[in-house]
C-alpha cells in the first residue's frame, strides 16, 4: 500500500491493496475521531493516483532518501508519498521519473524506522509550519 498526501485540503490517497477496513467502528476504535471531516480517496494503483494529482511535485520518503524533510520548500498541491510502515516504497516506484525528490527524516544509527503514522504527521506538520500554520485557530 501506498499512501499519498496531498497538501491542499488535507487529503489522504491510498492505492489499493489497502490493508485494514474502513467501517466506521473500526476508524473509531483507530482514534480516527474526525474520520467524518477526512478527505479520503483509494485509488486502484499508483498510476491512477499520480494521474489524479499531477502536475505536482511528488516527495517520496525513504529511508534512502538524499534529502532531508527539512530543506525541502513544500507549495500547495504537493504530494507526500510514504509506503508500507514495514517495507516502505517498492524500488520502481522510488525510481519514477515523476516522483520530484527522495526525502528522508532523520533517525538515530540505531533504529530501524518511524512509525509510518508517525513519519507522515511530522512531514505534514513541517509543510503546514512553512506555510505560517494556515487555516489554524
Avoid: C
Amino acid at each position: 500500500m501506498i499512501r499519498l498526501a496531498a497538501i491542499t485540503g488535507a487529503e489522504l490517497h491510498l492505492v489499493e491493496p489497502v490493508g485494514f477496513d474502513f467501517s466506521d467502528a473500526k476508524l473509531r476504535r483507530a482514534g480516527l475521531d474526525y474520520h467524518d471531516l477526512a478527505v479520503m480517496t483509494v485509488h486502484p494503483d499508483l498510476d491512477t493516483a499520480l494521474a489524479a494529482l499531477l502536475p505536482a511535485r511528488v516527495f517520496a520518503f525513504t529511508s534512502g532518501g538524499d534529502r532531508l524533510f527539512t530543506d525541502i520548500d513544500y507549495g500547495p498541491g504537493d504530494v507526500l508519498m510514504f509506503g508500507r510502515e514495514s517495507t516502505g516504497l517498492p524500488a520502481e516506484v522510488l525510481s519514477d521519473p515523476r516522483v520530484t525528490s527522495r526525502v528522508r527524516l532523520p533517525m538515530q544509527p540505531s533504529r530501524r524506522s518511524l512509525n509510518l503514522a508517525n513519519s507522515a504527521s511530522i512531514a505534514v506538520y513541517e509543510a503546514w509550519r512553512q506555510h505560517g500554520f494556515a487555516g489554524s485557530a
